[in-house]
């Protein structure tokens, strides 16, 4: 790690007033104090001056580097106080020896070095010490102890008027209230606390409040305001060059709130580097492990969870914080049973942990409850499940968010262990509009769709509880209520912000200039770096989006569903197909004809393996030379749609059929089945979004938009026939034609915006890693998803004629992310795109009949169905027809 920059300071020396001076100067310019002590210390100061210097050179050390180093100056500092025989000075220095030796581990000698500097210190002095042993209360877990020092120091250093330190114990009380779950008292303190920060040149503390404001907003379930102000106090902190570890710890609990565990088990494990390698407090290592054990169970890594618990709950036993102890006990347990670990010694230990957070007044005790029941349902201990639900049911009627998710949850269990359906269908219902209320506070689609795994529990019990009891339209009913919940609403549109604009350009360039160097052969590294860095801060930017708009204001309606499918269509009455999945086996739900019926079909884990061969397969087969390969893609095929449809598949009538899969089936490819291959087929992620499809009215006036990105193999032949083709001029007017240097990103946004159909013959990029990072390569750099966003209204219907634009990353309970998903909000109520890569020549013929198709009226589905039968029929371009799907009902 870079050490941070000293500057020194003019005028300070060991016989000048100012050497007092330094210490407030510590969290106001930490490096500048740092160089001005080691001045004072150049000049043989007397014990009095010295004792400060040591003193500011230990603070230093203690928050900014090496604690071993920090200790040696803390009790030179204690000693030349006592060589000066000043009773305030050494009560002020052993205050700041008591806070190291307790974050290094030494928690009895740091209470010790308290129980001396109180009894040496008076009136304003000792208020300043008991505030400091209030913060070590509440490092140790000590809530109550905290709360009692700080609220005698603080009428103390108002009354002397000490504004600087009044402000660090409102903030300190805050702190503690948000610990013992006071939101509101905590909020006024915090309040309280930075107006008279505002009055103040301290620096670091003013970080330190951003940063607590940052806290209290994620405890009042404010995820994007929480993101949003632990990035400023990040970039504060950066400027003073100071680490900040405890941010990271606090970041973490955001990004585990949000969906994000990956990104936080990252985070705490790079704070756990830095700190190991400059040595610093072994308290803060103690919180990152519980974060990282926290956020490794929470992405389904429990061994990773119990390792970073064990060390975490050990560091905690040695430093005498209980409080924190009982906590990594309980993310260890609860990572032991994920792991798939039910003994009666895991109910015991689960019980106690309980206990003790409710002895503590742990927010955590309801969390560990559940764990409990969980466990002795497993055992099949019933009466000891339904006590310890029982307990955990209570935190529904309040608190945040995911705290009454936890009530809910247990509520459910407690239903289903008494078999009464009606009451888990309730509880589910409830805790799922609890979610629903939180989900819409956030304005990115990616924290939306992640959110919902929190409620995949609640989701699968209700179809349990609806496949048992109900029928067919009542597990259609709870099949749609979790499932493609981020298109129920339109996105926040991103503000006209200039930073981010200005990051999504230089985003573009870099790309471009990779891109560039990648072809030439020119070294990759730096540009590759400066990539990724413009990554973070354009998704950090979209991540503090907070939500505006509800949800489309009514819940799925069956008979609305049918009632549309039954309308007027040529080829006869149209049949959705919604798959659902329960317990490992795919139910098709058949929607049409004024009814629902359900069929069960085969293993999911068989069909996403027959899946994704066929993926395989054509990839090769999209390459001259492979015709031997297509009876075997034709004969998985067969197998695929025994597995997904069943005896369904004998029910489809003659009609179109629109296909909901869930997120684990959609990368299948539905043409090749063959009772949809000569069909009229389109697919949505939902029924309720093809409702909406299927009810957007067109522009009036319409534009046609045709974009010829670079670098096809054949440079997007399509696109100059396609302006010239007669029935295209005849349907849509003008065309706006995009090539060459013409194709760029912004001249590209502005004509999409509101036309009535758009082709976009781009190479397309699908990213795993990070799907709203998927892109079309224009003439000057990638079109990102996030671009799209900023569209007033996406084209009606869009069509990408390039490879994997159809690719979704599957994220949260059943949520997809990616290029076509991040349209249909956006206004199009249409997409054909790919999930495969494809022969590029053989699209050309496929893309100019499918337009043919569209100007002589037809549907996107009904075009693309005749545009299949009317290419060649070798293998490359029957596996480019197949690997196109209409998406949507336009």
């Known amino acids: 790690?870079?050490?941070?920059?000293?500057?020194?300071?003019?005028?300070?020396?060991?016989?000048?007033?100012?050497?007092?001076?330094?210490?407030?100067?510590?969290?106001?310019?930490?490096?500048?104090?740092?160089?001005?002590?080691?001045?004072?210390?150049?000049?043989?100061?007397?014990?009095?001056?010295?004792?400060?210097?040591?003193?500011?050179?230990?603070?230093?050390?203690?928050?900014?580097?090496?604690?071993?180093?920090?200790?040696?100056?803390?009790?030179?500092?204690?000693?030349?106080?006592?060589?000066?025989?000043?009773?305030?000075?050494?009560?002020?220095?052993?205050?700041?020896?008591?806070?190291?030796?307790?974050?290094?581990?030494?928690?009895?000698?740091?209470?010790?070095?308290?129980?001396?500097?109180?009894?040496?210190?008076?009136?304003?002095?000792?208020?300043?010490?008991?505030?400091?042993?209030?913060?070590?209360?509440?490092?140790?877990?000590?809530?109550?102890?905290?709360?009692?020092?700080?609220?005698?120091?603080?009428?103390?250093?108002?009354?002397?008027?000490?504004?600087?330190?009044?402000?660090?114990?409102?903030?300190?009380?805050?702190?503690?209230?948000?610990?013992?779950?006071?939101?509101?008292?905590?909020?006024?303190?915090?309040?309280?606390?930075?107006?008279?920060?505002?009055?103040?040149?301290?620096?670091?503390?003013?970080?330190?409040?951003?940063?607590?404001?940052?806290?209290?907003?994620?405890?009042?379930?404010?995820?994007?305001?929480?993101?949003?102000?632990?990035?400023?106090?990040?970039?504060?902190?950066?400027?003073?060059?100071?680490?900040?570890?405890?941010?990271?710890?606090?970041?973490?609990?955001?990004?585990?709130?949000?969906?994000?565990?990956?990104?936080?088990?990252?985070?705490?494990?790079?704070?756990?580097?830095?700190?190991?390698?400059?040595?610093?407090?072994?308290?803060?290592?103690?919180?990152?492990?519980?974060?990282?054990?926290?956020?490794?169970?929470?992405?389904?890594?429990?061994?990773?969870?119990?390792?970073?618990?064990?060390?975490a709950e050990k560091l905690f036993a040695a430093q005498r914080r209980t409080w924190w102890e009982t906590h990594a006990r309980l993310v260890a347990t609860e990572a032991r049973f994920t792991a798939g670990r039910s003994t009666g010694r895991l109910v015991a230990d689960a019980v106690a942990t309980a206990q003790r957070l409710t002895a503590l007044g742990s927010p955590s005790a309801p969390e560990a409850s559940l764990l409990a029941g969980r466990i002795a349902l497993t055992l099949g201990w019933t009466e000891d499940a339904e006590r310890h639900l029982s307990a955990a049911?209570?935190?529904?009627?309040?608190?945040?968010?995911?705290?009454?998710?936890?009530?809910?949850?247990?509520?459910?269990?407690?239903?289903?262990?008494a078999g009464s359906s009606r009451g888990v269908l309730e509880a589910c219902r409830r805790g799922l509009d609890v979610l629903d209320d939180h989900r819409m506070t956030l304005g990115a689609p990616e924290l939306r769709a992640r959110a919902t795994a929190q409620g995949a529990e609640l989701a699968a019990m209700a179809q349990q509880a609806s496949l048992a009891t109900g029928g067919p339209r009542r597990l259609l009913v709870w099949s749609e209520r979790w499932r493609a919940t981020v298109l129920t609403a339109p996105p926040t549109r991103p503000p006209a912000d200039p930073a981010l604009l200005s990051a999504l350009t230089a985003f573009r360039v870099s790309a471009a200039q990779a891109e560039d160097a990648r072809t030439e052969g020119r070294p990759l590294l730096a540009l590759e770096r400066e990539q990724r860095r413009l990554e973070r801060e354009i998704r950090s930017r979209t991540l503090h989006l907070r939500g505006e708009a509800g949800g489309d204001g009514h819940r799925f309606d069956p008979a609305r569903l049918l009632e549309r499918l039954g309308d007027g269509h040529g080829d006869g009455e149209a049949r959705l197909v919604e798959l659902a999945v329960l317990d490992g086996r795919v139910q098709v739900l058949l929607c049409g004809e004024g009814r629902v019926r359900r069929f069960e079909a085969g293993p999911l884990t068989e069909a996403v393996a027959e899946a994704e061969y066929i993926q395989a397969a054509l990839r090769r087969l999209a390459h001259p030379g492979a015709e031997a390969r297509l009876p075997l893609v034709e004969a998985a095929g067969r197998r695929?749609?025994?597995?997904?449809?069943?005896?369904?598949?004998?029910?489809?009538?003659?009609?179109?059929?629109?296909?909901?899969?869930?997120?684990?089936?959609?990368?299948?490819?539905?043409?090749?089945?063959?009772?949809?291959?000569?069909?009229?087929?389109?697919?949505?992620?939902?029924?309720?979004?093809?409702?909406?499809?299927?009810?957007?009215?067109?522009?009036?006036?319409?534009?046609?938009?045709?974009?010829?990105?670079?670098?096809?193999?054949?440079?997007?032949?399509?696109?100059?026939?396609?302006?010239?083709?007669?029935?295209?001029?005849?349907?849509?007017?003008?065309?706006?034609?995009?090539e060459y240097d013409d194709a760029r990103v912004p001249r590209v946004l502005e004509a999409l915006d509101g036309a009535a159909l758009a082709h976009l013959a781009a190479h397309g990029t699908f990213r795993a890693d990070s799907p709203l990072f998927s892109s079309l390569r224009m003439a000057d750099g990638p079109l990102i998803v996030h671009d799209f966003e900023r569209l007033a209204r996406s084209p009606y219907r869009i069509i990408l004629s390039s490879c994997d634009t159809a690719r979704l990353a599957s994220v949260g309970a059943d949520e997809l992310l990616g290029l076509v998903t991040a349209l249909l909000p956006l206004g199009t109520a249409g997409v054909v795109a790919s999930s495969a890569p494809v022969n590029d020549a053989a699209v050309v013929p496929l893309m100019l009949a499918l337009h043919k198709g569209l100007a002589a009226g037809l549907t996107l589905a009904e075009a693309l169905r005749d545009a299949r039968a009317a290419v060649p029929r070798d293998a490359v371009h029957l596996a480019t027809g197949w690997a196109f799907a209409a998406f949507g009902a336009a």
């Open 640 to 738: 695929l749609e025994e597995l997904l449809l069943g005896a369904a598949a004998r029910h489809l009538g003659s009609g179109p059929v629109v296909v909901v899969p869930p997120g684990a089936l959609h990368r299948v490819t539905w043409a090749l089945l063959p009772s949809l291959r000569e069909r009229v087929l389109s697919v949505s992620p939902s029924a309720s979004s093809w409702l909406r499809a299927r009810e957007t009215e067109p522009p009036r006036r319409g534009r046609h938009v045709l974009v010829r990105g670079p670098g096809l193999a054949s440079g997007g032949a399509e696109v100059p026939e396609l302006a010239e083709l007669t029935e295209l001029v005849h349907r849509y007017g003008r065309t706006t034609v995009l």
């Open 393 to 417: 049911a209570r935190s529904r009627h309040g608190g945040p968010p995911l705290a009454r998710m936890t009530g809910w949850a247990a509520q459910a269990l407690r239903h289903r262990a």
């Open 1 to 311: 790690m870079r050490a941070p920059r000293a500057t020194t300071i003019a005028g300070v020396t060991a016989g000048s007033d100012s050497v007092l001076d330094l210490l407030p100067m510590v969290f106001a310019a930490p490096n500048d104090a740092l160089a001005g002590a080691k001045g004072v210390l150049g000049t043989d100061p007397e014990p009095l001056h010295a004792s400060v210097a040591h003193q500011v050179i230990g603070i230093w050390q203690r928050d900014f580097g090496d604690l071993r180093i920090a200790l040696r100056h803390l009790r030179r500092a204690r000693d030349l106080a006592a060589r000066a025989d000043s009773a305030e000075r050494e009560a002020d220095v052993l205050a700041t020896l008591g806070v190291a030796l307790v974050h290094a581990g030494r928690t009895r000698q740091g209470l010790e070095a308290f129980e001396r500097g109180v009894a040496r210190g008076v009136g304003h002095t000792r208020a300043r010490v008991l505030f400091r042993r209030a913060y070590v209360w509440w490092v140790l877990g000590h809530h109550r102890e905290a709360l009692d020092d700080v609220r005698k120091a603080i009428p103390v250093l108002r009354q002397a008027g000490d504004v600087i330190w009044t402000a660090r114990a409102l903030t300190l009380r805050a702190t503690v209230h948000l610990a013992l779950g006071s939101v509101d008292r905590a909020e006024a303190d915090f309040g309280a606390a930075e107006l008279l920060w505002e009055t103040t040149g301290q620096e670091h503390d003013k970080a330190d409040a951003v940063e607590s404001r940052g806290l209290a907003a994620f405890r009042a379930g404010d995820i994007p305001a929480a993101l949003r102000l632990l990035d400023e106090a990040e970039e504060r902190y950066a400027k003073l060059g100071t680490p900040t570890f405890m941010l990271s710890i606090r970041r973490c609990d955001v990004l585990m709130a949000a969906g994000l565990a990956p990104e936080a088990l990252a985070e705490a494990d790079a704070a756990i580097r830095v700190l190991d390698e400059i040595g610093g407090q072994s308290t803060r290592k103690a919180e990152l492990l519980l974060a990282a054990a926290r956020a490794a169970r929470l992405a389904d890594d429990p061994h990773t969870a119990i390792a970073r618990a064990a060390v």
